[in-house]
């Protein structure tokens, strides 16, 4: 069993930062493919930002040289790294886990993004 913890959403102006973490409880996390997710009112779900267990990474491309994805097997954590934030990407962001078997969810952090 894993489980999941999101932290770092706030409220922060635009063109400002935030880094978002997601620790990560039971074993072999560095075995897991780690995303991030995010959901605005109204809107599906979608992915940001993807990082394997080998370290090749994904980003959609509204974030792409903005966001940053890292992790860190030692400290069972993901990290993303938002830059330049705009207003569309407010969301609650969700991390997910996955292990080729099944996806693992935390419950979400939420990330508003106005003056």
């Known amino acids: 069993q894993v489980q999941l913890v999101e932290s770092g959403g706030g409220l922060v102006q635009p063109g400002g930062s935030l880094r978002l973490s997601c620790a990560a409880s039971?074993?072999?996390?560095?075995?897991?493919?780690m995303t991030w997710y995010r959901q605005a009112p109204g809107k599906q779900r979608e992915l940001v930002a993807a990082?394997?267990?080998?370290?090749?990474?994904n980003y959609v491309d509204s974030v792409k040289g903005r966001f940053s994805i890292s992790r860190d097997n030692a400290k069972n954590t993901m990290y993303l790294q938002m830059n330049s934030l705009k207003p569309e990407d407010a969301a609650v962001y969700y991390c997910?886990?996955?292990?080729?078997?099944?996806?693992?969810w935390g419950q979400g952090t939420q990330v508003t993004v106005s003056s």
């Open positions: 997910d886990a996955n292990n080729g078997l099944r996806d693992y």
């Open positions: 990082i394997r267990s080998g370290g090749s990474l």
């Open positions: 039971g074993r072999l996390f560095s075995m897991f493919t």
